[in-house]
C-alpha cells in the first residue's frame, strides 16, 4: 500500500527534484570541507551501582487487608501475580484517577490462571472504589490489600545528591542487569520470575561525567544535548546535580521498561561544561520490584545508553521513514527542527549507501530545499527510484544505508538509518508475501535473557542466537511479549529473520508505549507485523482501546499490518481492529482420526468465523523438554524425548509409509498442513511462533506440569530446543530435520544455509542404564539402530515423527544410521556408554565461523565470546554423567568472566562467578572484552567519563587466553582473538555469513 498522507507542512518545501546520479549521492558522503555538527559517543561506561534504598526510606505498604473482599469501580492492569499487583497500585504506571488505593488479584481457576479473562489485577481509584467483605472467597482466589491514601513516593533520597560519596559502590559498565547477580530464594512471589527475589529491587546508578566546555550553547542559545537510554527496567527516576528530572524524560516523562526515553541535558537547569568545576552527576533510581510479565524481566540499565550532540539546527532520526513499493520507489521523509530565533533555510538530501556507507554505484539521490521557521519543524519528503537496487528478503537480506543530510552554509548534519528495499503483503486467502512470492513463516518465540548475563546480553550472543534459529530452519522470530533490545533488531535484519514485533502494555492508558514501538522499529525490514497484545492481555469489551491502539499503529505507518496474538476462538471487540489475526495454541478434539475438518478444526474454524482477515499461527507447541534427561525422576522434571508433546493425531498420510501404525505428529505445527496434499493450508501465513527456541529464567513448571504448585527447585522454562546456556538439546536436530533439511532449497522462505549437515541423524538418548528406550529423530527414509554393532531392525521414519525401539541397555554404544528412500547412507549418530571424567575440552561457539558468529571479538570492551567445556573420559568420549565444579580464569589478555551457566533449570548456582558445576558434562564461561580500542569516539568517551581513567595504547590484535581447572584433573586452556578491525565487528559478521555451513554440536 502507499504511505498515508503526510501531515501539513510547518514550512514551505518545494518540489522535490529526483536526481538519478551518483555524483549527488557521493555528495550526501563527502561534506567537502563543511562543518558536521553531530558528535555522539557511547555513555556506557564507568557508573556506580548500589542495589537498595537508602536506610530508612519509606516504603509502599497496605495496611488494610482485603484478603476475601470484593471490590467494584476498578481498572485491569495487565501484571500476573499478587506482589506485582500490590506493587503496580504504588507505582502510578497505569493511570487510576486520583491515585490508586486498592488492589485486588483475582484467580478464577487456579489450575488454568493463563487461560481465564477474568483472571488479574484490578486496581481501585482513591475516593471510588467500594469493597465489602466476601466470606466464601479464599486467598488463592482472592488477594487484597488497601492504603488511606495514594503512595507519594519520597521527594528525593540521599542517594541523588550531587555530592554523596558513592566511591564504595560497585563499578559496572552498561548494559547491566543487576537482578541476575541475585541468590535464587524459595520465596513464591518470584516463582513465576525465577526465584529471583525482587523484593526491594531498586537499583540504584551514579555517573560522574564532564561536558566539553565547547558544547556550550553559544550566542544563539542553543547546543542540543540528547541522553538516550535504550531500555532501563522497569521504571525509572533521574535527578541531575541533585536536581529530579524525571518530567523532562522523552519530554513528559516515560514509564515502559522495554522503550528508549531520551533527556535533553541542554535543557536542565545547572548542568556544567568544562573540567574548571566539579563534574555533573546524574542518579538513576531504577524500580525492579515489579514486572508485568510472567517471566524473568530482569531490572537495571540493561540496554545502551549514548550522548548525542547536534547544532541548532538538526534532523531528529526518529522522524526518518523510508516505505518500498513496487515497481521500485522508496518514499522518505526526514524532519528538520530549528532552535534558532530566526528562520533558516537549506537542502535536504536523501541518498542510498551500501551497509558500510559507501555510495552506490547507481544510486540515487533526491534534493528537497526547506525553510525551517523559528522555534519550529520542516518535514522534507522524497521518492527516490530504486528499481535497480537488490531487495531484501530471507534469502538475500542486502540491507542499505539511508543517508539523509541538511545542509545550509558551512553546517551540515547527517542521520544515517539502516533500510532494507523489500514488499510484504498478508492475504486472507493466500498468506504471507514477501517480494510477491509466498513465504510460510516457521518460527520461534523467545524471551529477553540467558544464562550468565540475564536480559543484558552482548551483541555476539543475540547474533549466535539468532543464527540458531537460522541453522534449524526457521525465518522468523516473535518478540515475546515485548520491544525487543535495538540490538536485535539489526542482526535479525542482516540475517534475513522475519519480525513480529510485540507490544508489552496493552491498556488505555498505555497507547503511548504503541507509538514508541512503531516509531522506533518501524526502518526495519525485517519487521512484518505490529503486535498490540498477547493472549489474555488482549483482554477488553467495547473495542475503544484496540481503535486507539490502531490509530497509534497507523498514525506512524501503514505498510505493515496491526495485528494480535490471541486465544483461540477469540472474537471479542479487537478484532475489528485487526489486519491481521494471530492464533495461539489451537485447540484440538481428544480423539484421533477424524475427518479432516474436524481433525484442521481451528484454522479452518478462524478463517470461517474471519474469512476476510489473514490468520497466521502466532503461537503454538509448547513442547518441554531437557538435555540429557532419560527418565523422570528426583528433581528433574522433564527429559531428553520431547515425543509426548501436543499433538494426539496421526502424522500427514501423504508423508507416511512402512508398516504398521506409522506413530503419531507430537507437534501442533504440523496442523498447518493439509493431510492431502501435504502443503501448507492456503490461507494461512505458517506459523511464527513455535514456543520457544531458547530456554528462559522463569515460568517453571512443577512435576505435574501445573503452575498452580510449587516448582521449585525447577527456576527455569524447558520448552526451548536450546537450554539456557545455548547448548542445543535433541529438539534442535528435529526442526533441523523438519524445517531447513525437508525444504526446497529455492523455497523463498528457506534460510540459505548451506547443507552440509542435512541429513539429520540424532540419537535422543544417552547410553547409560536409565535408558527406557532409544528414540532417533531424523528426516531419513529410514533409520536402523545398532546396539553394540548389532541392528534392532530399520523402520520408517514418518513425516515430522521420530522413530522408536524398546532395547536393553548393554554397555557400549548405540548408532543410528539414517537411509534414504534408494538405501543410500545419509547419516550416522551415536551415543557411548561414558567413563568417569579424564579431562577437558574447550572451544568456543562464538565468535566462531561455524556458528556464524564471526572469527574474534572486537575491542569495543563490550563484546563477548561463548566458551565450552566439555568433560571428556578417558577414550575422549563425552562424560556426560559427569557434575565436576569447573572454575575458571583469564591466563592472561584483555578479558574477563561475565557470567557462567550450564543450562540446568534446577541449578541454583549464581549467574555471576567465576566457577560452574558441569549440567551433563557441560559448562559455559561467557568472556568480555575489556580492551576497547576500537571504540568510535574513544578519546571523547574518556573526556567524558570522569572515572574511565587516561586513555590506554590502541592496540591492532591481541588474544584472551581462558583457563578451565577442575580438581584431580589437567587444567585446560584456549586462546580467543581480540581485533580492531571493523569486519569482526558484529553486524559485519552477520552480513558475510547468510550463506554459512551453521552447525549444531
Known sequence: PRPPTSTAMVAAVSCCLLLAVAALAAAADDVGGKVDVRTEVSFDRAWRFHRGDPAGSEQCAFPLNRTGWACNDTVYAPVHTASDCARACCSGVYDVGEGCT????????????????????????????????????????????????????????????????????????????????????????????????????????????????????????????????????????????????????????????????????DHVDGIRFGSAGAPNVIAIRTQADFGSGHWYEGGGIYRHVRLLKTGPVFLSA???????????????????????????????????????????????????????????????????????????????????????????GDIVDTV????????????????????GDRVVLRGFSNHNDMGGVGTAIPARLALFRAQMVRAVGGNAWRMSHNPGDPVLYDVLDRLGVLVWDENRDYHAARVQDMSELVRRDRLHPSVVAWSFCNEIECHETDGSQSRAFRAAVTGLDTSRPCAA????????????????QGVSH???????????????????????VHPTLPLVSSESSSCTS????????????????????????????????????????????????????????????????????????????????????????????????????????????????????????GDPGRPPVAPSNCGVVKVVQEWVPSAPFVAVYSDAYEVDLFVNGVSQGR???????????????????????????????????????????????????????????????????????LVRVQLLDAHGNPAFTSSANISFSIASGPGRILGVANGN???????????????????????????????????????????????????SSATIVVRAEVPDLDAATISIAVSTDAADAVYAVAETSIKDPLKLF
Open 102 to 265: 486498592t488492589w485486588m488479584y483475582f484467580r478464577n481457576d487456579p489450575h488454568k490462571w493463563k487461560e481465564n479473562v477474568t483472571s488479574g489485577c484490578y486496581l481501585g481509584e482513591a475516593n471510588k472504589v467500594r469493597c465489602q467483605e466476601h466470606p466464601s472467597w479464599t486467598q488463592i482466589h482472592y488477594q487484597g490489600g488497601s492504603r488511606q491514601q495514594p503512595y507519594t513516593p519520597p521527594a528525593t533520597y540521599s542517594f541523588a545528591a550531587a555530592d554523596m560519596d558513592d566511591s564504595s559502590w560497585s563499578r559496572i559498565d552498561c548494559p547491566h542487569d543487576f537482578l541476575i547477580e541475585s541468590d535464587f530464594t524459595n520465596t513464591s512471589d518470584d516463582q513465576q520470575h525465577g526465584y529471583l527475589p525482587r523484593t526491594g529491587a531498586f537499583g540504584w546508578y551514579r555517573k560522574h561525567f564532564v561536558l566539553p566546555a565547547d558544547w556550550q550553547a553559544g550566542a544563539d542559545g542553543s547546543s542540543p544535548l540528547t541522553l538516550t537510554f535504550d531500555g532501563v527496567f522497569h521504571t525509572s527516576r533521574v535527578w541531575i546535580n541533585g536536581d529530579e528530572v524525571t518530567h523532562l524524560l522523552n519530554g513528559t516523562g516515560h514509564r515502559n521498561g522495554y522503550t528508549p526515553f531520551s533527556l535533553r541535558l
Open 318 to 408: 526518529s522522524t526518518v521513514t523510508a516505505v518500498f513499493e513496487e515497481p521500485g520507489r522508496l518514499h522518505v521523509t526526514a524532519e528538520v527542527s530549528n532552535e534558532l530565533s530566526s528562520a533558516t533555510s537549506g537542502d535536504v538530501t536523501f541518498a542510498l549507501a551500501d551497509s558500510s556507507g559507501v555510495p552506490l554505484a547507481l544510486s540515487v539521490a533526491a534534493a528537497v530545499h526547506v525553510t525551517v521557521p523559528a522555534h519550529g519543524q520542516a518535514t522534507a519528503k522524497a521518492t527516490l527510484d530504486v528499481s535497480k537496487v537488490p531487495r531484501w528478503s530471507v534469502q538475500l537480506p542486502t540491507v542499505h544505508q539511508l543517508r539523509v543530510t541538511f545542509g545550509s
Open 416 to 435: 544515517s538509518s539502516t533500510v532494507g528495499l523489500r514488499s510484504i503483503h498478508w492475504d486472507a486467502n493466500t498468506g504471507f508475501h514477501l517480494n
Open 565 to 580: 496474538n490471541l486465544n483461540r476462538g477469540a472474537s471479542n471487540s479487537i478484532t475489528g481492529s485487526l489486519d491481521l
Open 586 to 608: 489451537l485447540s484440538v478434539p481428544d480423539a484421533p482420526g477424524t475427518a479432516y475438518t474436524s481433525w484442521n478444526y481451528s484454522f479452518p474454524w478462524e478463517h470461517k
Open 626 to 745: 531437557q538435555r540429557g534427561e532419560n527418565v523422570l525422576g528426583g528433581d528433574v522434571f522433564d527429559v531428553a524425548f520431547n515425543g509426548e508433546c501436543l499433538s494426539p493425531w496421526p502424522c500427514l498420510a501423504f508423508k507416511t509409509h512402512g508398516e504398521g501404525d506409522p506413530g503419531r505428529c507430537r507437534q501442533s505445527w504440523t496442523f498447518l498442513y493439509d493431510p492431502h496434499t501435504g502443503k501448507v493450508l492456503p490461507f494461512l501465513g505458517g506459523h511464527l511462533g513455535i514456543w520457544t527456541l531458547h530456554d528462559y529464567i522463569g515460568e517453571p513448571t512443577s512435576p505435574t506440569r501445573s503452575q498452580s504448585l510449587d516448582p521449585w527447585p525447577q527456576v527455569s522454562s524447558n520448552f526451548g530446543s536450546f537450554d539456557l546456556a545455548g547448548f542445543p538439546k535433541a529438539a534442535a536436530w528435529y526442526y533441523r530435520a523438519w524445517w531447513l533439511c525437508t525444504a526446497d532449497h
Open 795 to 865: 523402520k520408517a521414519m514418518a513425516f515430522a515423527n521420530y522413530t522408536l525401539w524398546n532395547v536393553s541397555f548393554a554397555p557400549g554404544n548405540v548408532t543410528a544410521v539414517g537411509y534414504s528412500q534408494s538405501g543410500a547412507v545419509i547419516g550416522s549418530d551415536s551415543s557411548i556408554t561414558p567413563g568417569v571424567a579424564a579431562s577437558l575440552r574447550l572451544t568456543i561457539d562464538a565468535p566462531h565461523p561455524s556458528t556464524g558468529t564471526g572469527k574474534a571479538l572486537l575491542a569495543d570492551g563490550q563484546d563477548a565470546a
Open 905 to 955: 533449570p534446577t541449578s541454583h548456582e549464581r549467574n555471576k562467578q567465576a566457577w560452574r558445576t558441569a549440567y551433563h558434562g557441560l559448562a559455559r564461561a561467557v568472556v568480555q572484552v575489556t580492551d576497547d580500542s576500537a571504540v568510535s569516539n574513544r578519546d571523547l568517551m574518556y573526556q567524558i567519563d570522569a572515572e574511565s581513567g587516561p586513555v590506554g595504547t590502541v592496540v
